[in-house]
């Protein structure tokens, strides 16, 4: 599933679409990125929404999930829920036309792929958003340079439409048809 930040009914496709892939198991986020980029902050910043909301999440803006700690922090997943749905969230480099798109797809993200990492892929479930473009040059800094209002405006939609998947999952909240 793929929305834009630009369709008034986002957060509801995206609640649609996360909605079917957890079904009834445990859900942990793993929102991944730092806060010493702008752009890469994506992830902590929907993990602070998140857990404010009262999910279970790793990497916040206070205690990021990053290529550094990534091995470590993933390990303590299984002791924190038994056998929870990893859906693992984080910020992605594309073309200029791709640019505040969010998608929602079955498997896990390769965090760092962008950049040229190679780290463990994560989750079961991903959720991305292109936060700028990807070009031949130095991507660490289109990362570092993009604004934080428009990381933080996505941020908030993925939240949103997160917390309306548990929500409406409890059966204590109905979201609007998309």
Known sequence: METSIDDPYAAARISRAL?????????????????????DAFGPLVGDRLRALGADVVG???????????????????????HPLVVAVDAALGPRERVGTISIRQGGIDPGRAIGKR???????????????????D???????????????????????????????RGSRRVAAA
């Open 60 to 82: 916040t803006l206070e205690k990021p999930l990053h290529a550094l700690n990534l091995k470590h922090r993933l390990q303590e997943l299984p002791q924190r829920r038994p």
């Open 19 to 39: 909605g079917t892939e957890i079904g009834n198991r445990p859900v942990v986020f793993a929102c991944i990125g730092t806060d010493r980029s702008t752009g």
């Open 139 to 169: 991507r660490e800094r289109i990362l570092q340079s993009t604004r934080l209002f428009f990381v933080a405006s996505v941020a908030q939609i993925v939240a949103t439409g997160c917390d309306y998947a548990l929500e409406d999952r």
């Open 119 to 137: 780290l463990d892929s994560v989750g079961e479930v991903s959720i991305t958003a292109t936060v700028n473009i990807a070009t031949d040059g």
